[in-house]
């Protein structure tokens, strides 16, 4: 079984910046790749990052050059956000898949684990 838990969201002005934690808690957690999400009313989850157990990274279009996703040594996952645009007012999820490769995954349902969400608010 794995806990996650988000944090970090509020309403911030348009050019701001931001950083969403994750805290992770359970089994196996150096098999999982790790993944922020987004959703908004009326919207499907919208894959924003990832990032395996060898830090390798993968990013939306959307948000290249803008988000850095990162993970410590702990059971923590980050999402720096910079130059925060009103689109990016959404629902922030925390995902995690169990995936022996370390294989990427855009898609919501290939993840096995989510937070509750915490939610940004991008302002002019």
């Known amino acids: 079984q794995v806990l996650l838990q988000e944090s970090g969201g509020r309403s911030v002005q348009v050019g701001g910046s931001l950083r969403l934690s994750c805290a992770a808690s359970g089994s196996a957690l150096s098999d999982l790749v790790m993944g922020w999400f987004r959703q908004t009313p009326g919207k499907e989850r919208e894959f924003v990052a990832g990032?395996?157990?060898?830090?390798?990274t993968t990013y939306a279009d959307s948000v290249k050059g803008r988000f850095t996703i990162s993970r410590d040594n702990a059971n923590f996952v980050y999402l720096q956000m910079n130059n925060l645009k009103p689109e990016d007012t959404a629902l922030y999820y925390c995902g995690a898949r169990r995936s022996l490769a370390g294989s990427f995954s855009l898609k919501d349902y290939d993840y096995d684990y989510w937070g509750q969400g915490t939610r940004v608010t991008v302002s002019s």
């Open positions: 990032i395996n157990w060898r830090d390798l």
